[in-house]
């Protein structure tokens, strides 16, 4: 029996691209775990052919995902954080928010957008399931409720912590339960409040390949005609969109309750449209995806082992979730990638699931002046290149995707 879609419940059995047999891509190991065994799962993207919700299939454990050793910090990106606190400036003014309003976030992490609004003084909550995190931001000054979020947290948080603004960050592509994340939104937001949600655009992961942002803990492939479905059905409705450069090309979504007097603006119109263009709405665009995907590990391959035969010495670095997608997928590993560096301290020491290449710090590319970085973050690939810039010193160059594969000198 096919798996069910996780917002409309219509059977899936359209494949949209198929990422083999994958490690859990935040599943870092310490070297000791690495002598162990280590569990793969199919990474398999299906389209619902009811309402082209692009979805992974279920497995085994949506749960232990976010587990206390979460290693991931927002606040170790300085153009996130610059991207936040413009956020912060231009929401405060557009809907007036200050000492009376409350502002919420879901999987607000270690607070690094709430500080924001902390220091203007408008009142924040954050709601975030990871302990490690949610822990950074309290001591950072942030109040964080440390739960999931859904229609239960919702009902229990509303007395103290209705939201004039509600707003989401790469999180609504993450959550198991749509439905239950959606319907919780409603139940928290003030009868005139403003949802926003980022997330990354599904015709932007289509038109530029971005199969790699592809992995486990993203459950949802989002459009914009898809999210208008999703919200409508727990009596929320769009107002606008903003499309943002961030992650490769996002949208901001504004949402509020349907019986709510605010105007919808014409973005939302244009963009479902050239949604609609773009083939969003036909099957068949979904189902061809997968094999520009198959084409592009020939072209990687092909690509690393002109490389290597060339005697070049190759280290990554980053080491983001979308980064063990390809590295997994394509089956490269230290034979073709020695190690790779991140400036987060809660990586270094570890190996990358999958492929065990070791995470360094950054300090080692002076000391090992390696002939290419290869930047698995290429959403960062600029602000990545600007801080490297001494790596030209020794002829150094950086490989990129962007998104076909290619060097940068
Ligand atoms: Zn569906």
Redesign the pocket.
């Known amino acids: 029996m096919p798996a069910a ?1 996780r ?4 059977p899936l059995t359209t494949v949209f691209a198929d990422l083999g047999m994958s490690p859990i891509a935040n599943d870092y190991l310490t070297p000791e775990q690495a002598n162990a065994m280590e569990p793969f799962y199919p990474l398999r993207a299906l389209v ?1 052919a ?4 692009v979805q992974l299939e279920d497995y085994s454990r949506a749960e232990a995902l976010f587990a206390d050793d979460y290693a991931y910090f927002s606040s170790y990106s300085t153009s996130w954080l610059a991207h936040s606190e413009r956020y912060v400036e231009a929401m405060t003014e557009r809907f007036g928010l200050s000492a009376s309003s409350k502002v919420v976030e879901l999987a607000s992490n270690d607070g690094y957008l709430l500080q924001y609004f902390v220091a203007r003084g408008v009142p924040v909550l954050g709601i975030e399931p990871a302990a490690s995190v949610a822990q950074a931001a309290q001591l950072k000054g942030v109040p964080t409720v440390q739960r999931f979020f859904g229609v239960e947290t919702a009902s229990d948080l509303v007395g103290e912590a209705a939201a004039d603004l509600l707003l989401g960050n790469n999180v609504l592509a993450h959550v198991p339960d749509l439905n239950d994340f959606v319907g919780g939104m409603r139940v928290l937001l003030k009868p005139d409040g403003v949802i926003t949600m980022e997330f990354p655009h599904l015709m932007r992961l289509i038109a530029d390949n971005q199969w790699d942002t592809i992995y486990h803990e993203h459950f949802s492939y989002l459009s914009l005609v898809t999210v208008q479905r999703v919200f409508a059905a727990h009596g929320l409705r769009l107002f606008d969109v903003e499309e943002l450069p961030t992650h490769g090309g996002s949208l901001r979504i504004f949402g509020c309750h349907a019986a709510s007097l605010r105007s919808e603006s014409a973005a939302v119109d244009a963009l479902a449209e050239r949604e609609r263009a773009a083939g969003l709405e036909d099957l068949a665009v979904y189902a061809a995806y997968g094999q520009r995907v198959v084409a592009e590990k020939r072209d990687i391959l092909e690509f690393l082992i002109a490389l290597k035969r060339d005697g070049q010495r190759i280290v990554g670095y980053g080491a983001p979730a979308k980064g063990n997608t390809l590295l997994n997928y394509c089956g490269i590993g230290t034979d073709f990638v020695e190690y790779t560096c991140d400036l987060n301290p809660h990586k270094q020491d570890h190996v990358l699931p999958g492929t065990h290449i070791p995470i360094v710090s950054p300090d080692r590319l002076r000391t090992d002046r390696p002939d290419i970085v290869f930047i698995l973050p290429w959403n960062l690939k600029d602000e990545i290149i600007e801080q490297l810039a001494f790596v030209r010193e020794w002829g150094g160059r950086f490989v990129a995707r962007t998104p076909d594969i290619q060097l940068f000198s």
Not at 7 to 10: I, L, S, T
Not at 50 to 53: A, V
Request: contains cysteine; aromatic residues 20%; glycine residues 0%.
């Open positions: 879609c917002f409309c419940a219509a619902c009811s309402c082209f919700l």
